[in-house]
């Protein structure tokens, strides 16, 4: 399998020079193949959103590179950045950040009918990735008049509809209850293993990280070990992660 993303070098500096700086990322180096889950793990403040903002493209790295299937970000253009993410890259937030003022049909259906697709093609992909998340019969609600659980649903299904190549969350969970939150993380693994989505997550749950099949550790902007998985069932990695915490990483 192929290499979809590879972050060579990253580093983040905030702040104008000359004015107060702030060294978010110090050197971040990693790569994800094909159909993996990976989530990146790291406490309030270490640097987990800058780094996706950066992958998501929609903020760039102080130095080095991001290479999203084998483009280098770095190398295009403000309108080829847009075309390019709105191609290769669904995106959730822990918001949800849906428009209101649209249904969840139309919310679903934004990355396509921005890029202009006509809408005889964009129905029927809407309807097929609401029925795989199961919120076909919500199609017609607005974002107000469904649950939080339903909510993160709609931002899954915008985030998937034109089949990127990477699905990117930052803390999907933190604005859910704890059944919504498990059954979104269910989701997730679910579309990561028998639809071969390729995901990162970003996550300073444990419980959320133990969805995943590696999980990378973010302190103070730099990536230490990596935990993987590797044939345990969620329950007995999800100890083994907490073990792992405990011992002062
Ligand atoms: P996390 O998502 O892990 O909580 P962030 O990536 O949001 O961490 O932030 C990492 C560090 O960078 C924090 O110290 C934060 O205060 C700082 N930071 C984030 N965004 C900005 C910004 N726009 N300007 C200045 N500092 C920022
Ligand atoms: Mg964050």
């Given at each position: 399998m192929g290499e979809i993303l590879r972050v060579d070098q990253a580093t983040k500096t905030y702040g104008k020079q000359g004015e107060?700086?702030?060294?978010?990322?110090?050197?971040?180096?990693?790569a994800l193949e094909e159909g993996?889950?990976?989530a990146v793990m790291g406490a309030s403040?270490?640097?987990?959103?800058?780094?996706?903002?950066?992958?998501?493209?929609?903020d760039k790295p102080t130095s080095g590179h991001i290479f999203i299937n084998h483009q280098d970000n770095s190398a295009l253009n403000a309108n080829q950045l847009a075309d390019f993410r709105s191609r290769q890259i669904g995106f959730i937030f822990q918001d949800f950040n849906l428009l209101e003022n649209l249904t969840n049909r139309e919310?679903?259906?934004?990355?396509?009918?921005l890029r202009g697709v006509p809408s005889r093609r964009i129905d029927p992909l809407v309807e097929q990735?609401?029925?795989?998340l199961?919120?076909?019969?919500?199609?017609?609600?607005?974002?107000?008049?469904v649950s939080g659980g339903q909510k993160q649903r709609v931002a899954a299904a915008r985030a998937l509809v034109h089949e990127p190549a990477i699905l990117l969350a930052d803390e999907p969970t933190g604005a859910l209850d704890s059944t919504s939150a498990q059954e979104l993380l269910d989701t997730l693994a679910d579309l990561n293993q028998n639809d071969g989505i390729t995901t990162l997550?970003?996550?300073h749950d444990p419980y959320a990280a133990s969805f995943a099949s590696r999980i990378l550790f973010i302190k103070d902007g730099k990536i230490g070990e990596q935990l993987l998985k590797s044939g345990l069932a969620r329950q007995?990695?999800?100890?083994?992660?907490?073990?792992h915490l405990g011992n002062g990483e």
């Open positions: 107060k700086q702030y060294q978010a990322l110090k050197g971040i180096n990693f993996e889950f990976v403040g270490s640097g987990k959103t800058t780094l996706l903002n950066l992958l998501a493209t929609l919310n679903i259906a934004l990355p396509l009918s990735i609401a029925t795989r199961g919120i076909k019969q919500i199609l017609p609600k607005y974002p107000a008049e997550m970003v996550t007995q990695f999800y100890h083994l992660l907490i073990d």
